[in-house]
């Protein structure tokens, strides 16, 4: 809890300074938006898309070059439903804070291309059983960090832009993940990845 509070202050404070903080050459502004996210790999069986929330600010240096340096730091509240019965875990929720560094090409005025790492930090993790509203069990066993490749399309309006991308985690998440009241079985130490697409927009 400490750290979600953290994390929305944090947020609150960037917002705060992104409004009006535009030069010709970089800008500072701020993103939100809605994510699709599920988790691969082959430790947890019969994943389903879960939808989640995006919000942060974003640093955009030499935007009007060719080549420039997108930034970004958000939290983003994404993980994956499964399909397993009233007695299997339905849900895994996971809230991270992200920070990611792309470069980016400009198409042309308005568009704009980003690709790069990512780095994310876990602060809370969540699994569910069945139909349950509560979660069943806090503090799962996935890494605390998680990095992986982000990419973004972004076209820049005069007041507000769109962006659509996606991030993929590259390293196995699973640090020691076993339930072992719910089904299917678990604790093989098998892979587990993040995928989640984002469809928002920057101010």
């Known amino acids: 809890m400490r750290i979600l509070v953290l994390a929305i202050l944090s947020l609150g404070v960037l917002s705060t300074f992104a409004q009006g903080a535009k030069t010709n050459s970089h800008k500072l502004g701020i993103k939100t938006s809605i994510n699709i996210s599920t988790l691969l790999g082959n430790e947890l069986q019969n994943p ?102 982000a990419a973004y399309y972004t076209i820049q309006g005069t007041v507000v832009g769109f962006q659509i991308g996606g991030k993929l985690g590259l390293a196995n998440a699973n640090k020691d993940i076993s339930f072992e009241d719910l089904k299917p079985a678990t604790g093989s130490g098998g892979a587990i990845r993040s995928l989640s697409l984002e469809l928002g927009m920057i101010f």
């Open 48 to 149: 389903r898309p879960k939808f989640g929330y995006t919000a942060g600010a974003y640093y955009h240096i030499n935007q009007e070059k060719a080549w420039s340096l997108y930034t970004e730091y958000a939290a983003s509240f994404r993980g994956s439903r499964f399909s397993n019965g009233d007695t299997g875990y339905s849900k895994i929720a996971l809230f991270y804070l992200d920070f990611a560094a792309m470069p980016a090409y400009r198409l042309d005025n308005k568009q704009t291309l980003s690709f790069g790492p990512y780095l994310s930090y876990l602060g809370l993790s969540s699994v569910f059983k069945g139909e349950q509203q509560k979660a069943y069990l806090n503090d799962i066993g996935m890494r605390p960090l998680d990095t992986g490749i």
